[in-house]
Each structure stands twice: as structure tokens, then as C-alpha cells.
């Protein structure tokens, strides 16, 4: 695994690529990371709602505000 030298590396390495994104109030996203900018502002795209682990409802192309995210993981 190549090392990363900035935050923003990683999610270079994420994108196109199946990750989790977990947000302050607790919710969870999965679906491809199609773009985000320097505030980690993300776009995903075939995304769906987790909760509890289990799909909640899908929902295709999402935007979520990056001070809203907590975390984000390969999936």
C-alpha cells in the first residue's frame, strides 16, 4: 500500500471506489466517492442509507457537506 503524505491523498486513493460515510448525527452512506473538494464535501454515486448495519432506503447520487462527516472508510 502506498503511503499517503496528505489527508486528501487517501481520499485520492477512494475515489471510484466503495466507501462509508459516517456523519456527526450518526447516519451512514456506502456508494462510490465520485468527487469531493478541500472542505471534504463529497459526492457518491449508487449510495444507499445504512442503519444498523442493513440498507435503509437507496438513494443514487448524493452530495453530502463535509463538515457534517466524521468519517469516511473504504467499504
Same mark, same amino acid.
Given at each position: 500500500m502506498a503511503?499517503?503524505?496528505?489527508?486528501?491523498?487517501?481520499?485520492?486513493?477512494?475515489?471510484?471506489?466503495?466507501?462509508?460515510? @459516517?456523519?456527526?448525527n450518526g /447516519?451512514?452512506?456506502?456508494?462510490?466517492?465520485?468527487?469531493?473538494?478541500?472542505?471534504?464535501?463529497?459526492?457518491? @454515486?449508487?449510495? @444507499?442509507? /445504512? @442503519?444498523?448495519?442493513?440498507?435503509?432506503?437507496?438513494?443514487?447520487?448524493?452530495?453530502? /457537506?463535509?463538515?457534517?462527516?466524521?468519517?469516511?472508510?473504504?467499504?
Open positions: 503511503q499517503n503524505k496528505r489527508p486528501l491523498d487517501a481520499l485520492n486513493q477512494a475515489r471510484n471506489k466503495r466507501v462509508i460515510v @459516517e456523519q456527526k /447516519r451512514q452512506y456506502v456508494g462510490n466517492l465520485i468527487s469531493f473538494d478541500i472542505h471534504i464535501n463529497a459526492v457518491l @454515486e449508487d449510495a @444507499e442509507e /445504512r @442503519e444498523d448495519g442493513k440498507t435503509k432506503r437507496k438513494l443514487g447520487v448524493v452530495f453530502i /457537506r463535509g463538515d457534517t462527516i466524521t468519517i469516511i472508510s473504504p467499504a
